[in-house]
């Protein structure tokens, strides 16, 4: 059975960093774009960032690039999303998500992405 586990989400200092990772299991993640996506309660799911099947290829967000940083280990079966310089407005649950549709690049659209992991709470405040 597909599965995605995000986890490092925690409480951070604004200023300060946290690792989020995604842990894949149940099919091969080396077919797969890796989405990273936020929700506060009450609005919308948000696109954060995503990487390409093979990792060639990333996609930031404006109200996180620059900050933060997704990679993958397909070996591992591992995604993961580098956070930097948080700040209490990235206060939210992050979800990791798998899209077996886009064979070449990612994207940041909810569409395509089929298969969601549970989420992750990141709170960034003093």
């Known amino acids: 059975q597909l599965q995605l586990v995000e986890s490092g989400g925690g409480l951070v200092q604004p200023g300060g960093s946290l690792r989020l990772s995604c842990a894949a299991s149940g099919f091969t993640l080396d077919y797969y774009a890796i989405g990273w996506f936020r929700q506060v309660s009450g609005k919308e799911r948000e696109g954060l960032s995503c990487?390409?099947?093979?990792?060639?290829?990333?996609y930031y967000s404006d109200s996180v690039k620059g900050r933060f940083t997704a990679s993958r280990d397909n070996a591992k079966k591992m995604v993961y999303l580098q956070m930097n310089s948080l700040k209490p407005e990235d206060t939210a649950d992050y979800y990791c998500?798998?899209?077996?549709?886009?064979?070449?690049?990612?994207?940041?659209?909810?569409?395509?992405?089929?298969?969601w992991g549970q989420g992750t709470q990141v709170t960034v405040s003093s």
């Open positions: 998500a798998a899209d077996e549709l886009t064979l070449v690049g990612c994207s940041t659209d909810l569409d395509p992405y089929l298969f």
């Open positions: 990487i390409s099947a093979s990792g060639d290829s990333t």
